[in-house]
């Protein structure tokens, strides 16, 4: 299984980006998905998930309401819709994928609950 992410970049504070991931994993559908972050210094910290089912999600307490999380499945994507952005977003950014479908929600929060990751992208967001 491969992830791979893009869309990661530079911006104002208030500005948007929109992070891409493609998961090259079978069935694409099967997967829980989440994004992640790490800014220097810190430890790495949950941001999004979407549920295999992707009729769930679930958010990090400091991006609820400006950050969105979906799924294309025809495509085996899965975005990062971020919005309102501030300078304490900036960090890298990266993708997972866990293949348990039986994995219980309040286990999507954590980083360990992945068995797959990407490369990561770079967020700025400058004040």
């Known amino acids: 299984v491969q992830l791979v992410e893009s869309g990661g970049g530079l911006v104002q504070t208030g500005g948007s980006l929109k992070l891409s991931c493609v998961v090259s994993?079978?069935?694409?559908?099967?997967?829980?998905k989440a994004w992640f972050r790490q800014a220097p210094g810190k430890e790495r910290e949950f941001v999004a998930a979407?549920?295999?089912?992707?009729?769930?999600?679930y958010y990090g307490d400091s991006v609820t309401g400006r950050f969105t999380i979906t799924g294309d499945n025809a495509k085996k994507m899965v975005f990062l819709e971020m919005n309102a952005l501030k300078p304490e977003d900036t960090a890298t950014y990266y993708c997972?994928?866990?293949?348990?479908?039986?994995?219980?929600?309040?286990?999507?929060?954590?980083?360990?609950?992945?068995?797959?990751w990407g490369q990561g992208t770079q967020v700025t967001v400058s004040s």
């Open positions: 997972a994928a866990d293949r348990d479908r039986t994995t219980a929600p309040q286990d999507l929060y954590m980083e360990q609950t992945y068995e797959y």
């Open positions: 979407i549920s295999w089912s992707a009729v769930r999600t």
């Open positions: 994993a079978r069935p694409f559908s099967n997967y829980a």
